[in-house]
């Protein structure tokens, strides 16, 4: 029997991150997350995976000043960007700004320099794009700033306060890698066929839009304000199921208790949300809890990161339309860090199919 969506298929070998399902752990490195959520800045988690060791005070310096060398967008990109028409979604205009970055630097380019550079343009191809999109003036970056203040800064043109810096360090540090998730799988495969950095992140990121990947925290969103009242909870979460829909942020691939980045991010949420807010997302996610452990006993679903993403995200300001965006403008650190370890060590990743369709027809049959 072939295993459908290749669960529990090992493809490969990694040092960047270990995720045990069972005991809802995750590691970069030998560092647990909750570890690096607390004590770390983005950059600094960013060198981890990079280099496979943690920074020296000086080296997390220099990697931010590089990083902040990089921000700024070639011309010809942020054209690319101006044509798109106003609807286009964020996620299809990072998908063409990283494919435009890539036509602009052809050649062999999977290496740690365009690494850095290509996850400090991520974030500015966003904001470059929202500022567009909106009919405003670009805001250029600023090589005084953080990686997540300066992705604030040229989304809203002003500095993020403490609380702002704070939950959108937290969220960068916790999504920067998860294992071979979709995304990363993409990129690793697409790397293995010799192919470079810009088309592989490309790939990345058309697998990371989707719902059952990285597209769900907008739809928890929409799930909270359709809910509206934590009394709503109860009886639209059972009309949902009734109707076979799948509630947002809840269920994982891997993990079979609750997703350790989700702890931490609901802790960050009622800090800094807007009480009656975070009541209505607890409330519904225990409601959510029970009734699907209730409805689905053996499946053992439980809270993933999408949900309070949405939350740490919405407090912070974020549009929601952004947040997906915003989970690439961290996952191309892990996404990098798994191609430059597929190109280090490479062979084509293709695996085989069962052939189940009909076989000796004739085209020319009477
Ligand atoms: N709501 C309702 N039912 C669910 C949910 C959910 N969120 N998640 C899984 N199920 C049910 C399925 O309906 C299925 O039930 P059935 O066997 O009775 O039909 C069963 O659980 C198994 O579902 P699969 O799709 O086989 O599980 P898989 O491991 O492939 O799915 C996934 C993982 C895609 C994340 C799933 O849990 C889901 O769709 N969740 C909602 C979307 C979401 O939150 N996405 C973000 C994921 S986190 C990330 O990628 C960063």
């Not at 010799?194 to 929409?222: C, E, F, N, Q, W």
């Not at 439980?302 to 974020?318: D, K």
């Amino acid at each position: 029997m072939p295993a459908k969506g290749l669960q529990n298929i090992v493809v490969g070998e990694t040092r960047h991150s270990l995720v045990e399902g069972e005991k809802g752990q995750l590691v970069f490195q030998g560092y647990e997350i909750q570890d690096l959520a607390q004590h770390a800045a983005f950059e600094e988690v960013a060198y981890l995976l990079w280099y496979g060791q943690k920074p020296s005070a000086e080296q997390g310096h220099a990697l931010r000043a590089e990083m902040a060398q990089h921000r700024s967008l070639p011309s010809g990109v942020i054209n690319v960007l101006r044509a798109l028409p106003e609807f286009t979604e964020p996620m299809d205009a990072l998908r063409t700004g990283v494919s435009a970055l890539g036509a602009v630097n052809p050649g062999t380019n999977i290496d740690l320099a365009h690494a850095v550079s290509l996850t400090a343009q991520v974030a500015s191809l966003i904001a470059v794009f929202h500022r567009l999109r909106h009919g405003l003036e670009i805001i250029p970056p600023r090589e005084d700033l953080d990686h997540g203040s300066n992705y604030l800064y040229m989304i809203t043109g002003s500095e993020p306060t403490a609380a702002q810096r704070a939950m959108m360090n937290v969220y960068l540090v916790l999504l920067a890698d998860h294992g071979m998730n979709a995304s990363t799988f993409t990129a690793r495969v697409i790397a293995s066929t010799g192919s470079d950095l810009y088309s592989a992140v490309t790939g990345a990121i058309g697998a990371l839009k989707g719902p059952l990947h990285g597209g769900a925290p907008r739809k928890v969103l929409d799930m909270l304000d359709a809910i509206g009242t934590a009394e709503n909870a109860e009886t639209w979460i059972r009309d949902a199921l009734a109707r076979k829909e799948r509630l947002m942020g809840f269920g994982h691939r891997v993990y079979k208790t609750t997703d350790p980045r989700a702890e931490i991010l609901r802790e960050t949420a009622r800090t800094y949300s807007e009480p009656a807010f975070f009541r209505l997302a607890q409330t519904v996610e225990e409601r959510a809890l029970e009734i699907l452990h209730e409805k689905k006993p053996d499946q053992r679903l439980y809270t993933n990161v999408e949900f309070f993403s949405a939350a740490v995200m919405h407090a912070v300001g974020l549009p929601r339309d952004l947040f997906t965006a915003t989970f690439a403008a961290s996952r191309t650190a892990g996404w990098t860090a798994h191609i430059l370890e597929q190109a280090a060590d490479n062979r084509l990743i293709r695996p085989d199919v069962d052939y189940v369709g009909p076989t000796g027809l004739k085209w020319n049959a009477a």
